[in-house]
């Protein structure tokens, strides 16, 4: 280890004062709100003190800068003190914290990015880490910069097993720029956590999980000053702080106390704020105090306008899976673009993301089966612009990761996430892996783009679009081969329908994405054979959905409109029609979809039973045709 100095006296007592001087000020702003977490705020004061006037390096003037070391608030209802710290540093004016949850003010309960020093959106506890763990990551091995990673978690949130799966993932990669602060102040919201302080516990699990454990008292700024020196020193090895702390910490009568989780101090703030105040040695201006300067060596990066490296290229005859045009696209826009990257939770071999690791294994980041993590990951991968990431896996396994996604949503995160195997059309692997809730996970995102190409050419595009769009993005990718059906000139759009078969006489406007379309396709001609015209629409991506395309090709066919989709009713193609044209009159809407839990089968037999092949679309067509 680099050779360590002690802290002069000076340091120490200005790191003391720093402390009470944030416990003050949340006590203050919580006041004033009449609402938040000044207990929870106080067991961190000195973690507080020592990272952001001592330890970190950072531009004041540019909170977000490249080189910046960074700060995850995993325990986001803390929120007050990370604001304090930050208007004590001097990017702000004190005064501004009285504006604490107040509907004009961005001091939000729980931190956004609508502030300029805030990364990430936290607050729902235990995914703190898993986007540190992604920032470290790019640090490491893309920027390969200076700069650390700083991620504040609480006890009671180290229950989650997203926090577990990151821990593993930190310590697989090595990734030693990081180091994980655990606020360990025994109390929970509603009752001491499992653990309370049984430190020794606590350290043999991180060690046991590969980190460099540090058990410190969270309250002693020579102990943490000392400890962030090791961690900055220790090589190959990611870092945990095991703080013992105590809630509510030099709050007369509250301190350590159970039922003061979430509450102001209310008629106890005025006894509180004269004892911590008479604690202070210097009131003056804080000062900081960095151990080290910035070094200012991130590289510039440039992630807009990328492109694909060469256009598509099929024959009109081929049959693909948009699952395999997935990771064509990926691999060419690897090629373009050396910010592009891919993460996956083991499934790169049916997801197709592993073209990426033959045109540069360094951007492949396998994440294992942890799809929490995976996420968390790619959200940290992507902050202040560093990097474009692909997530991919089994479409249905986004599911378990919904919190992690929202929460991107939230952190204004762009983040492309590809889902294969939906649908009943995977056949045998049963219900357990067909994903039908995931057009209605993605669309209920807000600002999300929602793509469903039904062919390799339009998979393409869309994966090139998709790298280019601001916010979650998610695009279903099939199993099954499916035929060529664009020319690969083709323009496509978000929000762009794109009407592939019409005539004068189409009785119905039938509307499907993926193999539906392709089924609706195969329709069309049994019943031209019958008299029976239909216009077929392919919506390419069901948020947006083109709306104005939907309406006109509708009233041009009488009014009529089957959907048909290999998803569940609710949430998907057929809500999304539903709705754009719910205040069109004489409009009328017939949707087919999977009705119920299917099983394990043939995908053209499971097609058949659960009524979204092309002979249920024939049969569709002429009830509706007849009304």
């Excluded at 350590?256 to 101090?265: F, N, Q, R």
Aim: hydrophobic share 40%.
């Amino acid at each position: 280890m680099t050779k360590y100095h002690k802290p002069e006296n000076k340091l120490v007592s200005d790191l003391k004062d720093i402390a009470n001087k944030l416990r003050i000020d949340s006590i203050r702003a919580t006041d004033s709100s009449k609402s938040g977490h000044p207990t929870s705020c106080a067991s961190m004061a000195e973690i507080m003190s020592v990272l952001f006037f001592h330890t970190m390096r950072y531009k004041l003037s540019a909170p977000k800068d490249a080189s910046n070391d960074r700060f995850i608030l995993s325990k986001g209802h803390a929120a007050p003190i990370l604001y304090a710290a930050w208007a004590e540093a001097g990017l702000f004016p004190v005064g501004d914290l009285l504006n604490l949850r107040k509907v004009d003010s961005d001091l939000e309960g729980h931190p956004t990015p609508r502030l300029n020093f805030i990364d990430v959106g936290t607050g729902s506890l235990g995914q703190g880490l898993s986007v540190a763990a992604g920032m470290a990551y790019v640090g490491k091995y893309y920027d390969k910069a200076s700069y650390r990673v700083y991620c504040l978690i609480g006890d009671g949130e180290s229950a989650e097993g997203s926090i577990w799966e990151a821990l593993h993932f930190a310590n697989y990669y090595k990734l030693d720029n990081l180091c994980a602060i655990f606020d360990i102040n025994r109390l929970g919201q509603s009752e001491p956590t499992s653990l309370q302080h049984d430190m020794e516990t606590y350290r043999k699990r991180l060690e046991s999980f590969g980190f460099n454990a540090i058990v410190v008292d969270g309250h002693d700024v020579e102990e943490l000053c000392k400890a962030f020196h090791e961690a900055s020193t220790t090589k190959n090895k990611p870092t945990a702080l095991l703080c013992k702390t105590f809630k509510g910490k030099n709050f007369p009568n509250i301190e350590d106390l159970e039922d003061w989780h979430g509450k102001a101090l209310g008629d106890k703030s005025q006894i509180v704020l004269q004892h911590l105040e008479s604690q202070l040695k210097n009131k003056g201006p804080i000062q900081v105090h960095p151990e080290k300067a910035l070094v200012d060596d991130a590289p510039k990066v440039d992630i807009s306008n990328i492109k694909l490296s060469s256009p598509p290229s099929y024959k009109p005859g081929d049959t693909i899976a948009t699952r395999f045009a997935y990771g064509t696209a990926l691999a060419k826009l690897g090629e373009s673009n050396k910010r592009v990257i891919a993460l996956d939770g083991d499934t790169k071999n049916s997801t197709y993301s592993d073209r990426m690791k033959k045109v540069d294994p360094a951007r492949y980041i396998e994440c294992f089966i942890a799809e929490q993590n995976l996420v968390g990951v790619a959200i940290g991968a992507a902050c202040r612009d560093r990097t474009v990431p692909f997530v991919s896996t089994f479409a249905t396994f986004f599911t378990r990761a919904f919190d992690q996604i929202r929460m991107g949503a939230i952190s204004q995160t762009n983040v492309n996430f590809v889902g294969s195997h939906c649908g009943v059309s995977i056949g045998e692997d049963g219900p357990s892996q067909m994903a039908l809730e995931d057009l209605a996970l993605f669309r209920s995102i807000p600002g999300s783009t929602v793509f469903y190409p039904s062919d390799a050419v339009s998979t393409e595009r869309a994966v090139e679009i998709a790298a280019n769009t601001k916010g979650v993005c998610f695009i279903r990718t099939s199993r099954p081969n499916t035929a060529i059906i664009y020319k690969n000139d083709e323009p496509f759009a978000a929000g762009k329908a794109k009407v592939i078969k019409s005539s004068n006489k189409d009785h119905v406007l039938v509307i499907g994405a993926g193999v539906t379309l392709h089924e609706a396709i195969t329709a069309s001609s049994e019943l031209a054979s019958s008299g029976i015209n239909i216009r077929i629409l392919d919506p390419f991506t069901i948020k947006p959905l083109d709306a104005g395309t939907v309406i006109t090709n509708a009233k041009q066919c009488g009014g009529k409109i089957i959907t048909v989709e290999d998803h569940y009713p609710e949430g998907g193609l057929g809500e999304a029609v539903l709705s754009a044209v719910s205040e069109e009159r004489d409009i009328i809407v017939k949707k087919l979809a999977v009705p119920r839990v299917p099983r394990s089968g043939p995908p053209k037999v499971l097609l058949n039973m659960f009524g979204i092949d092309a002979s249920n679309i024939v049969k569709a067509v002429k009830e509706i045709v007849k009304k």
